[in-house]
């Protein structure tokens, strides 16, 4: 019996083995009929790895372009290379591999049946163009925009931090010439702090784009603090009486109110700024009279001017059927008299704004060329720029009022040359 079966066994085993094989790559067949290899293309998006071996160099790269991604072949059994996405490949461009100064081969990686899949051997690169890397520090300017609700002002804008480092093509931040920092105030009746992100701006005012720039904060932190206002009138007080030729029109000032700042309990007790009556006396004037003043000091305490408001008001006394008004004097008008032997006198203005009181009618029709005036130079010696008055011959039914000006004294050069010919003539 055994012996049967072991010739069964070895009988013709040439033909039996050949059986097997076939029926191995009959196997084979069917399967890959059923499951047959495939081949696609995958575009993944490109990572870069040592970027700081250029910055360490002075450098940065941009991708040229702005194309940032490869596109490659894949070949796997449709079983699993249905299954896959780009998701499941790495691409990485290590800048140590960079290649004359413009591409970086990409390395293609699975990370899903690695064993089973077969990427093309085709290499790819990422394109890139250097630029010079540039650092700088700027100040931020703190600011705010928007409506201010009525009774406030602002009175203090600050930032935290003050100055912000700034890495980037050189390209770009040459262009940088301010950097701002602005909360919005509309609708805000309390200080508050609030974190923006500054913006950059070239010379001309433009937006320069960070979108390149790495900076030392994200964002900033700015302080805005109110303060409550008043707008007040201003008073004033005379002292003296006119002259009885004289009949008072009217005392007016430029501005006729201004705004202060301080407590609302302050604030309270303000009804008008008042101008005393030691500056005008009306026991000295001949005439129509304007004068400038400094209001700071008459300012009651606790308050102060609003930031922006002049402190100098200008108070106009004019009388009766008279108004005021301003003209523009030329230099040539001016005569300057008495000037000291060896010296030569200038004016530093090409032109001198003067008041001038009259009837309407009377300054409609006045020309400053008409207007003549003279400085009395006797008591000026050699120097920079000496104070001096200006004074004026009045016209008919027109009052010109006297004024300050600065004039040049220096040697007059043109002396030097009379008294040297006059040496010279002499031997």
């Not at 449709?78 to 998701?87: D, F, N, T």
Request: aromatic share 6%.
């Amino acid at each position: 019996m055994k012996q049967k079966l072991l010739n069964a066994l070895t009988k013709d085993v040439g033909l039996k083995i050949l059986a097997i094989v076939f029926s191995f790559l009959l196997w084979l067949v069917v399967v890959n009929i059923d499951d047959p290899k495939q081949t696609r293309t995958f575009t993944s998006v490109v990572t870069v790895t040592n970027a700081d071996v250029l910055t360490q160099s002075g450098k940065l790269y941009e991708i040229k372009d702005g194309v940032n991604t490869v596109s490659f072949r894949v070949t796997a059994k449709r079983s699993i290379i249905e299954k896959l996405s780009p998701s499941d490949f790495s691409a990485v461009a290590d800048m140590n591999n960079l290649e004359n100064s413009e591409r970086v081969p990409v390395t293609i990686a699975a990370k899903s049946y690695a064993n089973y899949i077969t990427i093309s051997s085709r290499q790819n690169y990422l394109y890139v163009k250097l630029k010079d890397l540039a650092t700088e520090r700027f100040v931020i300017n703190a600011q705010t925009t928007g409506d201010l609700e009525p009774e406030l002002a602002v009175e203090e804008v600050t930032c935290s931090p003050t100055v912000i480092t700034v890495t980037g093509p050189e390209d770009v931040v040459s262009k940088i010439a301010n950097v701002v920092a602005t909360a919005n105030i509309t609708g805000v009746t309390n200080s508050f702090t609030e974190n923006v992100i500054p913006k950059f701006f070239d010379s001309k005012g433009e937006a320069v784009d960070a979108s390149s720039l790495t900076l030392s904060v994200s964002t900033v932190s700015v302080s805005v603090k109110f303060v409550n206002t008043k707008t007040v009138d201003i008073a004033v007080k005379t002292s003296g009486t006119l002259a009885s030729d004289l009949t008072l029109g009217s005392i007016k000032t430029d501005p006729s109110s201004v705004m202060i700042i301080g407590e609302a309990s302050a604030l309270n007790e303000v009804s008008n700024i008042t101008i005393p009556d030691t500056v005008i006396n009306l026991s000295n004037l001949t005439g129509s009279f304007t004068t400038t003043v400094d209001i700071t000091t008459y300012l009651p305490e606790g308050v102060q001017l609003a930031e922006g408001t002049s402190p100098k008001v200008a108070i106009y006394v004019t009388m009766a059927n008279e108004t005021a008004s301003t003209v523009s004097v030329p230099a040539a008008n001016v005569e300057l008299k008495n000037v000291k032997h060896g010296l030569a006198a200038t004016l530093d203005a090409e032109n001198i704004t003067v008041n001038v009181f009259g009837k309407e009618d009377d300054l409609a029709a006045l020309k400053a060329d008409n207007i003549k005036g003279y400085i009395d130079c006797s008591s000026f010696d050699v120097g920079e720029s000496q104070n001096a008055v200006l004074q004026f011959d009045n016209l008919d039914g027109i009052t010109i009022q006297n004024t300050s000006v600065t004039v040049t004294v220096i040697e007059d050069p043109n002396a030097k040359a009379d008294s040297s010919d006059a040496h010279d003539s002499g031997n």
